[in-house]
C-alpha cells in the first residue's frame, strides 16, 4: 500500500471514527461562525413536524425527578464535567478557537483557592478546555476585583464574549487579524466598575488589553457582533444622569473593530430613563403619549438585562427591561440604533439632537424603535432571543393564501429570585409572536410546575432564569433549552410554536462544592444542598452546558432520545 | 516495581497533604463563639482564620429580601464525616446565620441552622411541606 493511498484510508477511518463519535455521544457537527454573533446569517428552518402538528402528539410521559440529593435526566446523558474551582457561575460561553473548544465562565462575586496557582483569588473569568468533553481542563483563571471594604458585593466578573480577530471587520489593518478577544464585565455593582478586553489569543495565557469604560455603578450582560465590532454593554453610572427604577442599566454602544482602541458610539434606553426626561411630571406614553412619558408601567421605567442584537442581515436589536419585574420588551431597528445619533447616512436621523449620544432627547430615543410590550408587573425581561420563520405544521396548506404558515418568535423569561418561591409571584417564559413586530403578542407559555418535584420545598431558586445565545443550526427552531435554577435545565421542542412540549431536562445533584441556600419555613431555619442551573448554552458541536450558580460547576450533556430525534431531520429519525 | 510502589507511596502522600490542607478541623469552642445578629466578618476571620470561599450571589450588589448579602464557607470533618461550616452575613457585615453542613444528607433534606432573631422575626414564609 503507498503511503498516499494509506495515508487516504487513515483519513478516512478517522473521519468514520469522529461520526461514529458525534453519532454515539449526540452532538452534531454544524458550524455555528455564519450566525449571529459571528456572522448575518439567519439559519432556515425546515418542517419536520407531520400536519397535525403536536396537538394530542403522543409524546414520552415526563418523569418526575428523582430525590433532591440526586441527579436527574430526561432525554440528556452527561458527557463530562469540571468543578470551576467550586466558583459559582453566571454565563457560560463556548468557543471554537481555532478547533480547540474553549469555555468562557464568567462567575459570581466571591473567592476560591485557584489550584494553578496556589492562591485563593477573587472570582473573575474561568477558561477551560472542553474539546475532550469528557476531560476538561482547566487553563486559567483570571481574577475579578478585589473585594471593597471587606465586601464583595461589587465584585465578580459576570459576563463574557469573545470574537475572533479574522471575524472582526479590518483585521489586516487593525492588526486583529489571528487573534482573539475577550469581552468582560469587571465588578458587579460598586462605584468603579468597567467592561474589559482580553487578548486570548493563547487560553492559557490571557493578556489585559484595554479597559472600554470605567467608572461605572452596575455592569450587566453585553452583546458583541463579531463580524461588525459593534458591542453593546450593560452598565449604570451615578455620574451619566440616566433614571432607572430598580436595576440601574442602560446600554453604551462601542465600536470594538479594534479592541485595542474602543470607540465611542452613544447610550441608550427605555423613553422615559433619559437625563432630560422630567419624572415628576412623566405620564405613561400607554395612556397619555406627549413629549414626557415613560414606557412601560412605571416610572422611571426599569433597566435593561442584556441586548440581543441579530445583526445586519435582520437589522434588529432585542433589548429586555426589568428582570424579573416591571417588565418591557423592546424591538430596536439595528441600523438606526447604531447610526441614529447621526443626522446622515444609514440609519442617520436628521432630526438627532446635539447630545444624542450621551444625553439623548425622547425622540432620539423613539427614533430606532420598532416596538414595545409591556409585561404583567410581576414579571420583568430577563432574557430575550428571537427564532425567525418557524414553520407551523398544521398550517402548511388552506390558510391566508394556501401557501405554507410561520411565525417568528421572541422568548422571553422573567427571573425568580425568591428562595423558596416566597414572597414573589411565579417566573415563567415566553414564546412571543413577533411576525407582526410592530405588534408583538403572547404565543405560548413555557412554564415548570413546581410538582413533581417539589421545587418550592427543595431550597434556592425556583423559577425561569436565562435561554440559550448561541445559535446551533440543528436545535435553531427545534428545540428551545430554558435555565430553571433548582429545577435544571429544561428542554422544550418548539417545532410546533403553538404547542411546545417539554423534551427533556437535566438537574444536577448537589456536591461537597455546593453553596448551601438557607431559609425559614414555618419558623424553622433549615439550609439546603440545591444546585441552581443558572445558564444553558450551546457549543458548535451541539454538547449542552449547564453552569451552577451555586458552586457545583459545569456538567456537559448531549441530548438522547426523543429530544435528540426532535433535532433530526424527518429522514434521520 | 519497586518504582511502582515509591510512586504510589508518594502519590498517596501527597493527596493525603492536600486532604489536610483541605480540610482542617475546626475548633468547636471557637465555632460556638459565632452568634448570629453580632459577630462581624472580622470577629469570624479572627475566630476561624480566611474561609475556604466566599460567594455572593447577587447579579446587582443586592441581596433579595431573607437572604445572605455573603456567605462563608469552610470545610471541616468530623466523626460521621466531611461538612461546610457554612456562615451568611447581611449587608453591614454581621453574621445573620450559622450551619454546619454534611457534605451529603440523604435524600436532600435540609439542615438545621441558628439565625440571628432579627432575621427570624423578618421572614412569615408559611408554606404547605
Known sequence: MSSNRLARVASGFAVCVLIAIASRTGAQSSSAAAYPPYGPSIPVITNTEGDKGAYNRDLEREPPPGPWDSESLWNMRVEGRDDNQARPIYQPLIVNQNGREILYAGNLAGTALNPLTGVSESNGTSIIDVSNVRRPKFLFHIPGPAPIAGSYAAAGAQMVRVCGGNTLPNASSTGTAGRWYLLRAFGNAGANESHQVWDVTDPAQPKMLTTVISGLSNTHKSWWECDTGIAYLVAGSKSDGWQQSGSAQHVYIYDLSNPAKPVFIRQFGLVGQQPSADVSSAKSCLTAPGENCYEGVTNPPAGVHGPISMGTTVNRVYMPYGVGAQGVVQIDDRLKLVNGCKRSGPGGNPSASLNCATRPTQADLLWPQVSWITMNPENGAHSSMPVYNVPVPEEQTNFVDGTPQSKSLLFVSSEGTANNCFGQAPHDAWLLDISSETTPWPMATLNVPQFPGDFCGKGARFGAHAVTEAIYPPYYGKIISVSWFNAGVRIWDIRDPKNPKPIAYYIQAPNQNTIASCSTINGVTKCFNATMNDYVEYDDRGYIYAADRAGTGITILSLTGEARAATLPASER | ?129
Not at chain 2, 511502582?4 to 471557637?30: C, E, G, I, R, W
Not at chain 2, 447577587?58 to 461546610?84: F, I, K, L, M, V
Request: charged content about 20%; hydrophobic content about 40%; aromatic content about 6%.
Open chain 2, 1 to 129: 516495581m519497586k518504582t511502582k510502589l515509591t510512586m504510589m507511596a508518594a502519590a498517596l502522600s501527597l493527596s493525603a497533604a492536600t486532604f489536610a490542607h483541605d480540610v482542617p478541623q475546626l475548633n468547636a469552642a471557637m465555632i460556638a463563639k459565632i452568634k448570629p445578629g453580632a459577630t462581624t466578618k472580622a470577629g469570624v476571620q479572627s475566630l476561624l482564620g480566611s474561609p475556604w470561599r466566599i460567594a455572593q450571589f447577587n447579579d446587582c450588589g443586592h441581596a433579595p429580601p431573607g437572604q445572605a448579602d455573603e456567605t462563608w464557607d469552610y470545610r471541616g470533618t468530623e466523626a460521621s464525616g466531611s461538612y461546610r461550616l457554612h456562615i451568611e452575613f447581611d449587608d453591614r457585615g454581621v453574621a445573620r446565620l450559622i450551619a454546619k453542613i454534611p457534605d451529603h444528607v440523604p435524600g436532600g433534606a435540609g439542615t438545621a441552622a441558628t439565625i440571628a432573631p432579627a432575621d427570624r422575626s423578618g421572614e412569615k414564609m408559611a408554606m404547605k411541606m
